[in-house]
């Protein structure tokens, strides 16, 4: 990759022409854990927590964000999405969110996947905050994508749903 393609010949930030690529199907996998502690985990299997459900709020939010992460990501592309889902994995001390976008376009979907898993939580962050402030959104990554010019990407140390 020798040339940087978000850059002009003057230096000069510009938005990638994707016009004269191939529509594809394209996928991608992205996760983010939310490190809580064994209490708050506790009050989320209760259902003790202050605001309420706090993952169905989570999931709603993470599809919002992936069907906007142009207006929030500079230089993304629009692109209807065909499918966003975030799902959960509640652990001891902390959850997992990983999200899964599809589309067919002729750029890719990591963005929005990641978008969404991070907003997911974030939202959860918010929801949760009563019960502490120490929690820590982590590991915010791409798990696996699928389509494209660059072809199939799968992390070797995570789980691609």
Do not use: W
């Not at 985990?41 to 599809?63: D, H, S």
Request: aromatic fraction near 2%.
């Amino acid at each position: 990759m020798n040339e940087l393609s978000h850059l002009d010949d003057q230096g000069r930030t510009r938005m990638v022409d994707v016009g004269d690529k191939p529509v594809s199907d394209r996928r991608a996998v992205a996760e983010a854990v939310l490190v809580t502690g064994t209490d708050v985990m506790a009050a989320v299997r209760e259902g003790r927590t202050p605001k309420g459900n706090v993952f169905e709020t989570a999931r709603l939010a993470g599809i919002m964000a992936a069907k906007r992460t142009p207006e929030l990501i500079p230089l993304c592309h629009v692109l209807p999405l065909d499918h966003v889902s975030v799902d959960f994995e509640a652990r001891d001390d902390s959850i997992r969110i990983v999200s899964t976008v599809a589309a067919r376009g002729s750029t890719g979907v990591e963005m929005e996947a990641l978008t969404a898993a991070a907003v997911a939580g974030l939202t959860l962050y918010d929801m949760l905050k009563a019960l502490s402030r120490s929690m820590v959104l982590s590991q915010v990554r791409l798990l696996a994508k699928s389509g494209g010019r660059h072809g199939d990407y799968r992390a070797t140390d995570g789980d691609a749903s």
